[in-house]
């Protein structure tokens, strides 16, 4: 059996900074022809009127795993892939650093393109992970949008 053939998926939630170049490693796959990736990274401000110090993100670890390793099953049912990453960092995340990376290897790139844009998405949606917004003038809980339930 070659790499080609193994499909593995790697689900990390971890206080440790997170490294782009250490994510794209894991899924480098001598199958593919393509890796795409999404990097979410704290930004300075919210809106125009406030000044975003860091993120603080919380999670029910053991549910947040089985839904990430469920949304990546949900993928590999969508497109043909070959090794998947979903890399989350809890507590604090000080500004310009990873929140969440998302890795993808397939055959095409079509795929793996498509396959990171809808698993952040589904992350985002359907996680449970919570962030909280530190400003330099206080703080707030942030509900993901994409968590709303609309009449």
Not at 84 to 103: C, D, F, K, M, Q
Request: some cysteine; charged content about 30%.
């Amino acid at each position: 059996m070659t790499d080609t053939d193994i499909t593995v998926d790697f689900v990390k939630l971890t206080s440790e900074v997170l490294d782009l170049q250490t994510v794209v490693n894991i899924v480098k796959d001598n199958g593919a022809g393509a890796i795409s990736t999404f990097s979410g990274t704290t930004r300075d401000t919210y809106r125009v009127d406030k000044k975003v110090v860091k993120l603080d993100y919380e999670a029910y670890i053991p549910m947040a795993e089985k839904v990430l390793f469920s949304i990546i099953s949900e993928a590999r049912s969508k497109w043909e892939l070959k090794k998947i990453a979903v890399y989350h960092r809890l507590e604090t995340v000080p500004v310009g650093e990873n929140s969440v990376i998302i890795a993808v290897s397939s055959v095409h790139r079509k795929e793996s393109l498509q396959a990171v844009e809808w698993l952040i998405n589904q992350l985002k949606e359907k996680a449970p992970i919570w962030k909280k917004e530190i400003y330099s003038d206080g703080s707030v809980w942030k509900e993901n949008r994409e968590n709303r339930v609309c009449c």
